[in-house]
């Protein structure tokens, strides 16, 4: 692969702009319209946390979304069984802009809860989601590859579009994944999303690394931890922007 200017060279976590990443445009580029491979991510992930936690009675768990970002509908897709959702990440524009949105939400994520209420266990969210979300949403600036509690276990989990994105080193990718599955205690469902073979990706001036990773990589690296899960291939390459092969959706129980 050619590589460009030499920030797009191999970059560590720490080396990346995080300061620098802008979640409007994030929001712009990624979340403005519904894609058909963000719909099949709801569909697949509503029908896992859903199914797990139908027969379970009164299951206020706790749930975390790692590298929250600049996305709201992985917490969401958690929402009708939390009491509480940490909403962790390391960026410090990415907090405020989560705090921002859950005080007052964009018009924008309405069409992704549309979705995840499909099923009855969202549409009955007592006083709806947005309230909701407000009340159990905590959010938290984190490393994921330096957790500084490793003793706090969560009862449902996300992390997208995260492990292959925190920097170009197969070393950090798997930390992640193992930092993500060690925050989740035993048998706690959770759905990881990736992007296969991503070459990273600009967010208007500055370069977001990513590491260079399979779908066989990605399930290799979550077995470390349970065999207790299911990958599935989504989306055309190119559907969400240039620069890789496939999203990879991870579905399991720790
Ligand atoms: C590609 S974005 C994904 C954002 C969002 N989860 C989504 O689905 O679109 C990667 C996210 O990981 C966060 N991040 C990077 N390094 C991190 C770390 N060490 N610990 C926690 N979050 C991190 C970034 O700030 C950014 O929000």
Redesign the pocket.
């Known amino acids: 692969m050619p590589l460009g200017s030499p920030e797009e060279q191999a970059q560590s976590?720490a080396e990346a702009r995080?300061e620098k990443?802008d979640p409007t445009l994030y929001v712009q580029e990624?979340y403005s319209r519904l894609l058909s491979v963000d719909e099949t991510i709801i569909s697949i992930v509503r029908a896992h946390f859903s199914d797990h936690f139908r027969d379970i009675s009164e299951p206020l768990v706790h749930g975390i979304d790692?590298?929250?970002?600049?996305?709201l509908y992985?917490a969401l897709s958690m929402l009708p069984w939390c009491a509480r959702i940490t909403l962790?990440?390391?960026?410090k524009s990415?907090l405020d802009y989560l705090r921002q949105q859950i005080k007052g939400h964009d018009d924008g994520w309405e069409k992704f809860w549309r979705k995840l209420s499909l099923d009855d266990a969202y549409a009955t969210v007592p006083g709806g989601p947005w309230a909701r979300l407000r009340e159990v949403a905590q959010i938290e600036q984190?490393?994921?590859?330096n957790p500084v509690d490793r003793r706090l276990r969560w009862q449902v989990g996300t992390m997208?579009?995260?492990a292959e994105?925190?920097s170009t080193s197969t070393r950090e990718f798997h930390c992640a994944v193992e930092h993500f599955l060690e925050k989740l205690a035993p048998g706690a469902p959770f759905a990881a999303a990736f992007m296969e073979h991503s070459e990273g990706y600009r967010l208007g001036g500055t370069w977001f690394p990513a590491c260079d990773v399979s779908q066989a990589d990605i399930g290799a690296s979550i077995r470390r931890f349970t065999d207790s899960v299911q990958t599935y291939r989504i989306g055309k390459p190119g559907e969400v922007r240039p620069g890789y092969t496939s999203i990879i959706l991870a579905c399991g129980f720790r």
């Open positions: 976590n995080w990443f990624n790692v590298g929250a970002g600049a996305n992985p962790l990440d390391r960026s990415n984190g490393d994921i590859l997208f579009f995260v994105s925190v």
